[in-house]
């Protein structure tokens, strides 16, 4: 557990999808890497669950701001007007 501890300074909430990925996989190896000690593991485990969800809960935003470019229908976004 070395490489990448849980970065508990940073809220969860306030990560990006791309840094709450990233370490959301740092936490994955080390955790595969079967090394360190079992209460880090568990700490790791469990910011890794929050990083999860909070992932998740990104994708499923961004997923629904394309269904709603997708229903807009006629190649027009929606919400976005005609800039001339």
Do not use: N
Not at 24 to 51: F, M, S, T
Not at 52 to 74: F, T
């Amino acid at each position: 557990m070395t490489s990448t501890k849980p970065d508990t300074a940073k809220p969860v909430a306030s990560l990006s999808f791309e840094e709450a990925l990233q370490e959301l996989e740092g936490i994955v190896k080390d955790l595969e890497g079967g090394k360190g000690k079992l209460e880090e593991a568990v700490a790791a485990y469990q910011r890794g669950a929050e990083l999860r969800r909070h992932c998740e809960a990104k994708l499923s935003d961004a997923e629904a701001k394309v269904q709603k470019i997708v229903e807009a229908g006629a190649g027009e976004a929606a919400g976005l007007r005609d800039m001339a």
